[in-house]
């Protein structure tokens, strides 16, 4: 029996890029109304290797490519989507 109310899509964050965040990722594909939101890691050429990868699986914020980027002066990675649709400095 199909629920009555609408799906709502859970938002995940990452912390961590390494060796266990892409099993988690490779894991989340196999999960309905996920969203990989953001991901943490204070290397700023990791954080975008593996937004790459986020945006790749069909995870990022619309499942569209190049929704995730970094943010170094943060040191964070955010999306758009969590921005309001801003863009990021």
């Known amino acids: 029996m199909q629920p009555n109310y609408p799906r709502e899509t859970l938002r995940i964050g990452l912390l961590g890029t390494g060796f266990v965040a892409h ?6 594909q196999n999960v309905r109304h996920v969203q990989v939101a953001g991901a943490f890691s204070p290397n700023v050429e990791h954080r975008t290797r593996f937004a790459a990868e986020i945006d790749a699986a069909g995870l990022g914020p619309s499942g569209r490519s190049g929704l995730l980027e970094a943010w170094p002066e943060c040191g964070t990675l ?3 989507a969590c921005l309001g649709g801003a863009s990021l400095p």
Do not use: D, G, I, S
């Not at 099993?23 to 989340?28: G, I, N, V």
């Open 23 to 28: 099993f988690h990722l490779q894991a989340l």
């Open 78 to 80: 955010l999306t758009r």
